[in-house]
Structure formats: structure tokens, C-alpha cells
């Protein structure tokens, strides 16, 4: 790590600084304050009487999106006034269209975002009961046993194969039609959401067949069953691939589709949905825990695996990515990009 940071300071003097106009938190409570202060004023009979800053390098066109927002360009006889004595408007009262647009377009990628929280929450089960599996199972390749929590290898090694299959395999296909461009950002992110679903069904049927097995015969007192590892496979390739998907989609719409001076805001919101999928993961836990403690004194999550039923937890994570999924998809439906 002391390496790692020696690198990385030695080459700033290379990085590239961009001078920000200011805050965009700043930016976004200017236009939300504006607006509330206008709520009461009617709107122009012409939308180019609406406000517009002359010295703006990049502009936006306007949309009809979130119309309460546009309140915040309406010019009145007081930023008549205001402007004529400082010369420039007072941006806690009068916004430029651009401006506005530019927190349209962030409030636009929130529905998509709420979507993607699901995905995290799915993620973080699996990365921990699927070691609680492992751990039970025959994991012997000849005289070397692999560790129940380096089965995340095999997670990690279908994202790296599926990325490389996806630029080396599929691209140049999609280039030899008029799809040339490739899957969207958006579609990236259907099909991760889509391979969730099949992941859970998948870790769902591995788990009753190593159920079936433990509450039988010698699996019943055994402390590992005779079950090969290799049955968790599927389940940790299928998530690898869901990964690579929606990993490089989210990543991608949140900051191409951010406004230009609130790029660092798309990030952060990208990596908002993994710290609230964590989150939420905790409570779903505990709920299932309080609702499905009937269950012969064990609740699903039981602390000895076998004792619980966690093909069904899995069964009611694919039911609620099915269920996200649903949502992604009319989100993404009414998502229109500003061009």
C-alpha cells in the first residue's frame, strides 16, 4: 500500500485539473430554493422568455420534465432589478435553464438508482451464506482442499472471463450489424438484474439438493456431506456474470448520464447503492429471522445450516429480484436522456 500511494502521488503532476463552477450541491438547493420561492408566479406564454446565462459554455435544451423545477427561470421584476445593480442574477432567486436541466437530469437517474439497490442486497447473501455452504460440503481437489471462502474465486473469475467473452466475442459481432454501438447501458443493467434472478433460483435448487442429503442416512450426523463443491458452481459463475453486467452498466449510465459539473455526485450515487444494499441486507435478514422462527424452533437463517431452510431465503431473493426487475424495466421505460 505505501508503494501503491508513492505511485499514485507521483503522478500528479500529469493529472489533468478541471476547474468546477462551484458546488453541486450548492447548485441543486439554488434551483430547489428558487423554485419554491416562484411557486406562486405563472409560467411565459413563450418558453425562450424563460432565463438563460449568456456566458454559459455549455448549454441545454429545455424539456418538460419535472416542470415545477422551470419556476426557478422565470424572470421577474425583482431580478430585473437585482441584475441591474450587481449584473449578474442572484442565483438563490433566478437559475438559468441549463441549470435546471442539469438537476432534471440527476433527479431522472434517481428511479433507475432506487432499482439497483436490490442487486446489492441479493449480492451480499450470496457472498456470505455461500461460504456457510461451503463450509459443509466435500471441497477436495485431490490432496489440496479448497478454503470454503476462496470459492469467491470462481465469482471473480466468470466477471473477468464474461468481460473478456463480452469485448473480445461479442462486440465484433454487434459491430457487423446496425447495432454497432453494442448493448446499452441500461440493457447491461436489465441483464444483470436478469442473471440475479437466475443465480438465486439456482443457489435455491444447490441448496435443497445439499438439504436432501443432510437430512438423510449418514449426511444427518456428518459434519461434511458427501457432496461435491462443485455444486455451488453455477450459483458463483451465474453472479459473476450478473456482476460484469450490471457493475459495468450502473457505472457507466451514472456518470455519462450526469450532468457535466456533477460527475463526482453520479459516483458517489453508484456507490450509495452498494453501502444501502449492505444496509438493507441486515434488515431482510432480521425480518425473515422474526417471521420464519415457526419453523420446528429454527428460524430459515438458522446458525447450524442444516437446521434452517435456505433454499427458501434464496427462493424469496429471486421473487424480489423478479419484482425489481419489473420496476427497473419501467424505469428505464420512462428514462429519457437530455441530448
Known amino acids: 500500500m505505501l508503494l501503491a500511494a508513492f505511485v499514485f502521488v507521483s503522478g500528479t503532476k500529469k493529472y489533468r485539473y478541471k476547474e468546477t463552477p462551484g458546488s453541486p450541491v450548492i447548485q441543486i438547493l439554488q434551483v430547489l430554493v428558487a423554485a419554491i420561492r416562484k411557486r406562486n408566479v405563472e409560467f411565459p406564454s413563450d418558453i425562450s ?42 442565483p438563490w432567486r433566478l437559475c438559468s ?10 433527479t431522472g437517474l434517481l428511479p433507475i438508482w432506487a432499482t439497483t439497490i436490490m442487486f446489492w442486497t441479493v449480492y451480499a447473501q450470496m457472498v456470505s451464506f455461500s461460504v456457510q455452504q461451503a ?81 438423510t442416512g449418514s449426511g444427518a ?39 457535466r ?5 453520479g459516483t458517489g450515487l453508484f456507490l450509495a447503492t452498494i453501502s444501502l444494499g449492505l444496509f438493507l441486507s441486515t434488515i431482510l435478514v432480521e425480518i425473515v429471522r422474526k417471521v420464519t422462527g415457526t419453523n420446528d424452533g429454527h428460524d430459515w437463517l438458522a446458525h447450524r445450516i442444516n437446521d434452517g431452510r435456505l433454499d427458501l431465503f434464496y427462493g424469496l431473493l429471486a421473487v424480489l429480484s423478479l419484482i425489481n426487475l419489473g420496476l427497473f424495466l419501467l424505469c428505464a421505460k420512462m428514462y429519457k436522456p437530455n441530448p
Open 49 to 90: 422568455h424563460l432565463y438563460e446565462d449568456p456566458a454559459q459554455e455549455l448549454r441545454l435544451s429545455h424539456t418538460n420534465r419535472l416542470r415545477c423545477l422551470d419556476k426557478a427561470t422565470i424572470i421577474t421584476s425583482k431580478d430585473n432589478r437585482t441584475s441591474e445593480a450587481s449584473l449578474t442574477p442572484n
Open 97 to 106: 435553464v441549463t441549470r435546471v436541466e442539469e438537476v432534471k437530469m440527476l
Open 135 to 215: 463450509l459443509t460440503i466435500e471441497r477436495s481437489i485431490g490432496n489440496f482442499e479448497i478454503p470454503a471462502a476462496s470459492f469467491n474465486v470462481f465469482m471473480i473469475g466468470s466477471i473477468m472471463l464474461t468481460l473478456a467473452i463480452h469485448d473480445r466475442l461479442i462486440m465484433p459481432l454487434f459491430r457487423k450489424t446496425r447495432y454497432s454501438h453494442g448493448l446499452t447501458s441500461l440493457q447491461k443493467m436489465g441483464l444483470g438484474i436478469l442473471f440475479s434472478i437466475i443465480a438465486m433460483v439456482g443457489a435455491a435448487l444447490a441448496e435443497r439438493k445439499r438439504l436432501s442429503v443432510a437430512k
Open 221 to 259: 450426523t456428518a459434519l461434511i456431506l458427501p457432496v461435491s463443491g462443485f455444486l455451488l458452481l453455477p450459483q458463483f459463475i451465474l453472479v459473476g456474470i450478473r456482476d460484469a453486467f450490471i457493475y459495468a452498466g450502473q457505472l457507466d449510465v451514472f456518470i455519462t448520464d450526469s450532468p
Open 261 to 265: 459539473g456533477m460527475k463526482a455526485i
